[in-house]
T-cell receptor
Framework: GQQLNQSPQSMFIQEGEDVSMNCTSS?????WLWYKQDPGEGPVLLIA?????ELTSNGRLTAQFGITRKDSFLNISASIPSDVGIYFC????????????FGTGTLLAVQP | GAVVSQHPSRVICKSGTSVKIECRSL??????MFWYRQFPKKSLMLMAT?????????EQGVEKDKFLINHASLTLSTLTVTSAHPEDSSFYIC??????????FGQGTRLTVV
């Protein structure tokens, strides 16, 4: 199955640092979504983006829908230990409501 | 609101047996649900789209006779792994189209085939 290219694969940072991760695709998407998954749990939606160029924040999280509709990034500012987890981007193609293609994931570890 | 519940959360079965996993939308109706599979430290891979009252649509490479999907009501979809083998061991996650056209995910089912 298809996956989106997500980078970095993993990040090990100190508490308080800012984090940035991104996803790219060879196809365009109508919607970009960012999820966080804790071990043994399903993914939880963090931010949804619906328009090219859209920049959306949710607390310390900020995400942008790329102008070309083929990429997106997620920033986390002032990281805290509970930010630990795996972050996934997901894209939704035109006409494929909620049929999501997931990125390869970014493992985030935050050291207090 | 908009809770999706999967049952069981963990299951261990013997090779050759079948296992059924349930996905329920607790406080909304979902005509469409999705089943994903996730290997350790890997991403979610879409297996199939479950449509209420009609046949499921399977992604390329997913055996429909191996992974039987039934979506008999607007709040329940089931995935049955038939004649399970150790290579079917994985984390299975469902999602349901919910309010605001958003996908809501279940908590996942860890299947181990021994």
């Amino acid at each position: 199955g298809q996956q989106l290219n997500q980078s970095p694969q993993s990040m090990f940072i100190q508490e308080g640092e800012d984090v940035s991760m991104n996803c790219t695709s060879s196809s365009i998407f109508n919607t970009w979504l960012w999820y966080k998954q804790d071990p043994g749990e399903g993914p939880v939606l963090l931010i949804a983006l619906y328009k090219a160029g859209e920049l959306t924040s949710n607390g310390r999280l900020t995400a942008q829908f790329g102008i070309t509709r083929k990429d997106s990034f997620l920033n986390i500012s002032a990281s805290i230990p509970s930010d630990v987890g795996i972050y996934f981007c997901a894209g939704q193609r035109p006409g494929a409501t909620n049929k999501l293609i997931f990125g390869t994931g970014t493992l985030l570890a935050v050291q207090p | 609101g908009a809770v999706v519940s999967q049952h069981p959360s963990r299951v261990i079965c013997k090779s050759g047996t079948s296992v059924k996993i349930e996905c329920r939308s607790l406080d909304f109706q979902a005509t469409t649900m999705f089943w994903y599979r996730q290997f350790p430290k890997k991403s979610l891979m879409l297996m199939a789209t479950s449509n209420e009252g009609s046949k499921a649509t399977y992604e390329q490479g997913v055996e429909k006779d191996k992974f039987l999907i039934n979506h008999a009501s607007l709040t329940l979809s089931t995935l049955t792994v038939t004649s399970a083998h150790p290579e079917d061991s994985s984390f299975y996650i469902c999602s349901a189209d919910g309010p605001g056209d958003q996908a809501f995910f279940g908590q996942g089912t860890r299947l181990t085939v021994v």
